[in-house]
């Protein structure tokens, strides 16, 4: 009862009293089912929520943080179309705006947007990819390193292009190595795409090798590497071929000399 709900608002979610609002709230961020019904109910508690995030953060007594099951909710109720990306109505936008000082938040956020891609169907719906690759557009535009370097999931989303994937990744690779500089899991999803477009794939693993350069502690596994390097220096695309020439004498440079003979 939508009426009935409205009424009751003030009492289930007392603004006025912060600490009952926060565990109530909290607790139906963490407890409950995205509903589009009931977010056009809870929309200005949304708001509130926005406004007042210091009230769901996490405290030094062990009580948890339900900011990012926040900004998660934001960001399907934009993929289910419920507001658009920017501007005045965009409580996802808002969510950027108030964490600015904060972008741990976004990777965060960027790191489960593609776990959630990854764990989703092949067959997902086009208007939901559309969304989710113009949110990706939009993150792209701002290019906050710490955010754009957790595109592992994203790389593994089969709902998503692999093409896209590939074009989109090295782009990111763009940003350098970042604080989570293992490759191994990026080399292994570059494996599975080599079928799909070769030289985006030797392209981008060249571009890791560049990488791994700026960096001491670093590691791929040579089973799903050793294909890719195989594969570009036996193309006939000259372009493909210099890449994976130059990802080879990068890797040699590092002391790998297993990459010296991929007969």
């Not at 995030?53 to 934009?78: A, H, K, P």
């Amino acid at each position: 009862n939508s009426d009935w709900a409205i009424k009751q608002l003030q009492f289930i979610f007392p603004q006025r009293n912060e600490s009952v609002w926060r565990a109530a709230f909290g607790s139906y961020l963490q407890s409950n089912h995205r509903s589009i019904k009931i977010f056009e109910i809870l929309r200005d508690e949304y708001k509130y929520a926005l406004d007042n995030l210091y009230l769901l953060m996490g405290t030094e007594d062990g009580e948890s943080d339900v900011v990012d099951r926040l900004s998660q909710n934001l960001f399907i109720y934009y993929l289910w179309d419920v507001y658009p990306l920017t501007g005045e109505a965009s409580l996802l936008e808002r969510f950027y705006s108030k964490t600015n000082g904060d972008r741990k938040r976004w990777a965060q956020l960027f790191n489960n947007i593609g776990r959630s891609l990854k764990s989703s169907s092949p067959d997902l719906e086009q208007s939901l990819t559309d969304r989710a690759i113009a949110f990706f557009d939009w993150r792209f535009k701002q290019a906050e390193p710490l955010e754009l370097q957790k595109f592992s999931f994203w790389l593994e989303a089969e709902c998503l292009d692999p093409e896209w994937r590939l074009r989109s990744y090295s782009k990111v690779l763009s940003f350098g190595p970042g604080e989570d500089f293992g490759f191994s899991f990026q080399v292994r999803s570059l494996h599975k795409l080599l079928p799909y477009h070769q030289s985006l794939v030797v392209e981008c693993f060249s571009k890791i090798t560049d990488i791994m350069g700026q960096q001491s502690l670093m590691y791929i596994l040579a089973k799903d590497a050793k294909p890719i390097l195989k594969s570009g220096l036996n193309s006939d695309n000259m372009h493909v071929r210099k890449n994976a020439e130059r990802a080879r004498e990068n890797l040699l440079r590092f002391g790998s000399f297993e990459y010296l003979d991929l007969e």
